[in-house]
């Protein structure tokens, strides 16, 4: 039996209704988790890009990607392994303002995670973060002792480390 690895998907598509939800219901018809989504636009004009975070086996990945690129609103779609991405996720904690003006530890947490605090007001401040998955839950561990109020992570988000040739084949196409 093959071993999982973690994938980093990336889809190039005309941006339709109902796309997410076909290409969601190739991996829930497999019974493959979805680690985490991101849909945003791509280096093209009116391309869009879903990144999408698996964990299967390379046979699985490869008639997945078969499966995807049978949409017709797909252009292309790639996968890759974190030693071929750069990738980031971004998260957003709100915590009490108390904790500021009270606990010199905060300031010490916020410097020494990076993190940055992107607004405060008299009940709430609001820390961002942006880093690895494992930076941004051991962040959450730290925080979760002191209360945290409301939290949102964004899903992966990545670039691969080699040249892609679908920026080429996107150029042609829109040409």
């Known amino acids: 039996m093959s071993t999982k690895n973690t994938y980093t998907i990336s889809i190039y598509t005309e941006n339709n209704v109902g796309l997410l939800n076909r290409i969601s219901a190739i991996f829930q018809r497999r019974h493959i988790n979805i680690e985490s989504i991101n849909s945003s636009s791509s280096e093209i004009k009116s391309v869009s890009r879903i990144t999408l975070l698996v964990k299967i086996t390379e046979e699985q990945m490869k008639k997945i990607i078969g499966q995807i690129e049978k949409q017709v609103e797909v252009i292309k779609a790639f996968y890759h392994t974190d030693e071929e991405t750069i990738y980031q996720e971004s998260c957003l904690f709100k915590l009490s303002t108390d904790l500021l003006t009270d606990n010199d530890e ?70």
């Open 106 to 175: 905060i300031q010490t947490i916020i410097n020494q995670s990076k993190s940055r605090v992107i607004n405060v007001n008299k009940s709430f401040f609001v820390l961002e973060k942006s880093g690895r998955k494992e930076e941004v839950e051991e962040l959450y561990h730290i925080l979760d002792k002191h209360g945290i109020k409301q939290f949102v992570r964004s899903g992966r988000i990545a670039v691969t480390k080699e040249e892609m040739p679908v920026s080429q084949l996107l150029q042609l196409i829109q040409q």
